[in-house]
């Protein structure tokens, strides 16, 4: 398993953090000290055993990191051990606009300056993670260009977990759901009546965009609206939808008060094309000794 040592600016840290968590989540293994300098800890030693036990080190480059004492002693140390060993141990990861170094200027990088899902790819390539390695479900936006994987499934799983959790969110504050059909894929709206007053929350997951959007237009069956009427932006992920949806529904009930009619929930996908059959012949299999191709 490849391993990495991110040498950075503090400055940088927000960029650099999530860099991180999006190589843990590919299998890369990440020193990052935010992680693995504890309080107590000696600070030099930690960097050196992290230097000397990661397989590359990684320059997160900027103005700031190029100034930075730190980074150069870090830097140097890399530079020491790749001279021993002969062969590449430092990557330039191009983060903000500087002058590289001439002694790093030859060297391959990667260019997160403007596009990050583009550097992500080049530094996940360097590794040898292949785009259908590196896709799951918390990245597959970066992958929507790409005809070598099949992001659509993750999109198809992100969605499943944001009506869960949205679904589970209407539960508690007893209001009633309806998910999009046919007519208005990955859309869902929650609503409700309390004390003559009618609130609705529709959102959905919209075009090429693949963000969240959010209307304030009235209506319980998302199969009534339309592209247009989502003019709202709520965000990328499940968590924003949730947070935002939460506002709306907690403000609702304070102002109105808790709805008291029984809520309904109608979450059910229509199949396309003969999904139906494919899950089914799937689920015979499983009671089947015979696993060969053949039709039997």
Known sequence: MPSIFLSHTSLDKPFVEKLARDLKRIGVNVWFDKWEIKIGDSITWKIEEGIRENEYLGIVLSPEALNSEWVKSELGAAWVKQMQSKKVFVLPIFYRECNIPYFLADRRF?????????GFSVLASIFGIEETEAITQDNWRK??????????KFKTLEFEDLVTTLVDQA???????????TANPFSITLSASSNGEHRSISIKLVGESN???????????????K?????IYVGNSVDACEEYVWRIM????????????????????????????VATKEMISKFNWYKGDNDL
């Open 110 to 118: 990667a260019d997160f300056r403007n596009n990050y899902e583009q």
């Open 143 to 152: 992958f929507t260009k790409s005809r070598k994987v099949d992001w659509k």
């Open 211 to 225: 963000a969240y959007m959010y209307t304030d237009k009235y209506n319980w069956n998302p199969n009534n609206l």
């Open 250 to 277: 907690d403000d609702f009930n304070e102002q109105f008060g808790r709805p008291t009619g029984k809520a309904e929930h109608a979450t059910e996908r229509f199949s396309k094309g003969d999904e139906v059959l």
């Open 227 to 231: 592209n247009k009427d989502y003019d």
């Open 171 to 181: 539960i508690k504050y007893n209001w009633s759901t309806w998910v999009g059909g």
